[in-house]
């Protein structure tokens, strides 16, 4: 099997996994899911370290320096935004809190 | 050889870090750990890379490193969360940006070595080209306008459509051109100038309210260029997470675009809310609105058994979301219930609500979707709607002449009583007349959404 089509079996599979687990994601995370997502399409970041280092021509080479500082930050400061995000979603616990008062 | 195994076995782990990152989203008290693995899986797939052997000078790549990382740690600790929506699109940017850049420098690296890409390779790029230089073209208009740099409102004029089909066409032709024959360097270049401006006249034309369907559908094209990035450099790792984030962008926008009963092709060349002075509706000529004051609509929240709050992009553009926080804690001390009802395109993009009343600390448990709340609103003594317009408006049900007709909506009309805070008797986004604000049941409370609640919180206080 040639690599092409090696790698279309793994796009098409990929894709439907993404599918599978993306759709039980529910509303209420949906942003943090935006955030997720493109922190983890920083991962362009793989081919831009490659066409930075591969040192194959000055133009490559600048074009990938662009291409890293701009999948840097948007790795860095994405999975920053998604954990400061997912810290905010607190579960209430009217129980505990009523116990408390109560215990006063 | 030892060496490509140990590459191919840190981009194992890194998707299923990713995949299994994303499942644990499911779960709003595990998702954080799961985005910590993710971040750790990204680590295994930057390290594994740097082995890779074609890599022969570290100088420019550690510059890159360095820069990004200054770059990005503010921009992950300092913006606020109601700044939140300019900030997806602008890593949408960077994100497809990188794509583009690295399919330029491979193209531009092959025609220099003088080994022309094959067709199959030169099809990935010119995808990867196509549709990373639209999302950025995109997501540059949109940032802007939801910064409000750009006017927020649909920009548009006449014969737009056929324009913008124009140069659609005018990619493709291109993107057939080179691909049957990758030497047309002309081709490859004025395709990437083409893409951008058809990226910046696609979103041009759509307004502020329509914004999560496009966010949601540049994310999707965003994916879909970095997947086109891993088939034109032969990296599977990019496949892998570029078809994630273009799965995870395709539901969304599937799922933004049924709660507003609308067709893609209707969000991005129907242009919204300039169309709607054609749109009859109803006219509110002949109906008065009630307005309240702040003491009474204080009483009847007091007494109130359940309370359900339905927050629009209004509260967003007030900051009002922590006095709601409060007013919610204060009608729970006095043995009320308050329940926040949440439309699935209420604000600016997907879960946008969420996140603010997250902000507010407001237990996501008291957070509900549409399908969940919609039962509760017969038994609701007061809705209380704040900033919210479209959402409510039961011409969506009635009226087949409106332009939302169909639109599933939040059945604050079906509560005993309903308050909504405005600031004014403006239209809403859509430019439709509500019937709700005229229903006998209905009361105004006019003013700014934060200083109405500050209000109510400290006349409940002295009720």
């Known amino acids: 099997m040639s690599s092409e089509l090696l790698e279309l079996y793994v796009f098409v599979l990929a894709a439907f996994t993404g599918y599978m687990v993306i759709s039980r994601v529910p509303p209420l995370l949906h942003t943090p899911l935006m955030a997720a997502t493109n922190a983890i399409a920083g991962i362009s970041l793989v081919g831009s370290l490659i066409a930075a280092g591969a040192a194959a021509n000055r133009v490559a080479t600048i074009l990938g320096f662009v291409a890293v500082v701009a999948a840097t930050s948007n790795i860095v400061g994405g999975f920053i935004i998604v954990d400061r995000m997912l810290k905010m979603f607190k579960r209430d616990v009217p129980s505990a809190k009523k116990e408390e008062v109560t215990a006063k | ?463």
């Open chain 2, 1 to 463: 050889m030892t060496r490509d195994v140990f590459i191919q076995a840190s981009y194992l782990a890194a998707s299923i870090s990713f995949i299994l990152g994303l499942r644990m989203l499911t779960r709003p008290d595990k998702a954080r750990r799961g985005m910590q693995l993710a971040a750790v899986g990204m680590l295994f797939a930057v390290v594994g890379t740097l082995l890779n052997h074609t890599i022969v000078d570290y100088r420019w790549i550690v510059g890159g490193l360095v820069l990004g990382t200054v770059i990005g740690y503010p921009m992950g600790t300092r913006v606020p969360m109601t700044a939140m929506p300019q900030r997806i699109a602008l890593s949408l940017t960077l994100s497809a940006l990188a794509a583009t850049l690295v399919g330029v420098a491979e193209y531009y690296t092959r025609m220099n070595a003088g080994t022309p890409p094959d067709r199959v390779t030169m099809t990935a790029l010119g995808f990867e080209i196509m549709l990373g230089c639209i999302t950025v073209g995109g997501t540059i208009v949109a940032a802007g306008k939801l910064q409000e740099w750009l006017p927020s409102k649909p920009l548009t004029y006449k014969g737009q459509n056929f324009f913008n089909g124009l140069v659609f066409l005018a990619i493709l032709v291109l993107l057939v051109s080179v691909i049957s024959d990758p030497m047309k360097q002309w081709a490859f270049y004025s395709m990437i100038g083409i893409s951008l401006l058809f990226g910046i006249m696609l979103v041009l034309p759509i307004g502020g309210a329509d914004m999560p369907v496009v966010v949601a559908l540049l994310n999707s094209y965003s994916g879909l260029a970095s997947c086109a990035t891993g088939f034109a450099i032969g990296n599977v790792i990019l496949i892998i997470s570029g078809s994630l984030d273009g799965s995870s962008g395709f539901i969304l926008s599937i799922l933004m675009s049924k709660a507003m009963n609308r067709s893609f092709t209707n969000v991005l060349f129907g242009a919204f809310g300039s169309e709607v002075t054609a749109g009859t509706g109803k006219t509110s000529e002949g109906l008065a609105v009630r307005s309240i004051g702040v003491e009474d609509a204080a009483i009847q929240l007091a007494y109130a058994q359940l309370v359900i709050v339905i927050p629009g992009y209004g509260m967003a553009v007030a900051q009002a979301q922590h006095m709601v926080r409060e007013l919610a804690e204060l009608i729970e001390k006095r043995g009320g219930e308050v329940k926040f009802a949440v439309h699935p395109v209420a604000g600016r993009m997907p879960g946008h609500m969420n996140v603010l009343l997250a902000e507010a600390n407001v237990p996501y448990d008291k957070l509900y979707d549409m399908d969940e709340i919609n039962s509760e609103f017969d038994r609701a003594d007061v809705a209380l709607v704040i900033g919210a317009n479209d959402v409510v408006n039961p011409a969506a049900r009635t009226d087949k002449s409106s332009p939302i007709y169909g639109m599933p909506i939040l059945n604050a009309d079906r509560a005993k009583s309903v308050i909504v805070l405005k600031r004014g008797m403006s239209a809403g986004f859509a430019g439709i007349e509500n019937e709700l604000f005229y229903d006998k049941r209905t009361s105004m409370l006019f003013g700014d959404a934060k200083a109405s609640l500050s209000g109510l919180v400290t006349e409940i206080k002295n009720v």
